[in-house]
């Protein structure tokens, strides 16, 4: 167990809808990183908080927002939906700069 | 560009079999290599942190060593239940709390009693 939840475990939308995940980061865990990850492909880096403010980006179109709240809780949202976005999202926390990341056990998202 | 690349994708052994994944990276500023396993549909698992060539760590079967260039994942008579798929990934970026993590594809492990 990491310590690390994510909320809901599966979602489906259709396309052009707006949808929000949710991460809660181990206490004490003041970086929370998202992944988006494609079936059979590697975790893609989408953004990273660090005390509640952005401080890095992926190449990802700015329809991908997060949030991050003092309580170690976080948010990705995504507007206008594509089916392309199809994927297991993912969150991980880590405690300072070189520290490990732990990663929760994702939300898996359908775009129809 | 920063790249990462594992081989092989996939690999099949016999149980006691053993064997090494590769992880080969093209980056600047690397910080730290990250070895993780990951079960169909789960989020990744920590295994191991190597911040410096020469570093070598273990744990159980496995064995993750680091050189300027690349990472090995040594896997010793391997057991079915280390079937997953393992995940480099490199630890890039800046001072200032920033951590960017490029991962490779994995390497799809099958091991057969």
């Known amino acids: 167990e990491t310590g690390v939840t994510q909320s809901p475990t599966h979602l489906i939308k259709t396309r052009g809808q707006q949808v929000t995940l949710r991460c809660s980061s181990q206490s004490g865990h003041n970086t929370v990183s998202w992944y988006q990850q494609a079936l059979g492909q590697g975790p893609q880096f989408i953004f990273q908080?660090?005390?509640?403010?952005?401080?890095g980006r992926g190449n990802f179109p700015p329809r991908f927002s997060g949030l991050q709240f003092p309580n170690y809780s976080s948010e990705l949202n995504v507007n206008a939906l594509e089916l392309d976005d199809s994927a297991l999202y993912l969150c991980?926390?880590?405690?300072?700069?070189?520290?490990?990341?732990?990663f929760g056990p994702g939300t898996r998202l359908l775009v129809l | 560009e920063d790249q990462v690349t594992q081989s092989p994708e996939a690999l099949r052994l016999q149980e006691g079999e053993s064997s090494s994944l590769n992880c080969s990276y093209t980056?600047?500023?690397?910080?730290?290599l990250f070895w993780y396993r990951q079960d169909p549909g789960k989020g990744p698992e920590f295994l191991f942190t190597l911040y410096s060539a020469g570093e070598e760590k273990e744990k159980e079967r496995l064995k993750a060593t680091l050189t300027k260039k690349e990472s090995f994942l040594h896997i010793t008579a391997p057991k079915p239940e280390d079937s997953a798929t393992y995940l480099c990934a490199v630890l890039l970026g800046n001072s200032g709390g920033y951590q960017k993590v490029t991962f490779g594809i994995g390497t799809k492990l099958q091991v057969i009693p």
């Open positions: 980056v600047s500023g690397l910080r730290g």
């Open positions: 991980a926390s880590a405690g300072g700069e070189r520290e490990t990341q732990y």
């Open positions: 908080y660090y005390r509640e403010e952005e401080n």
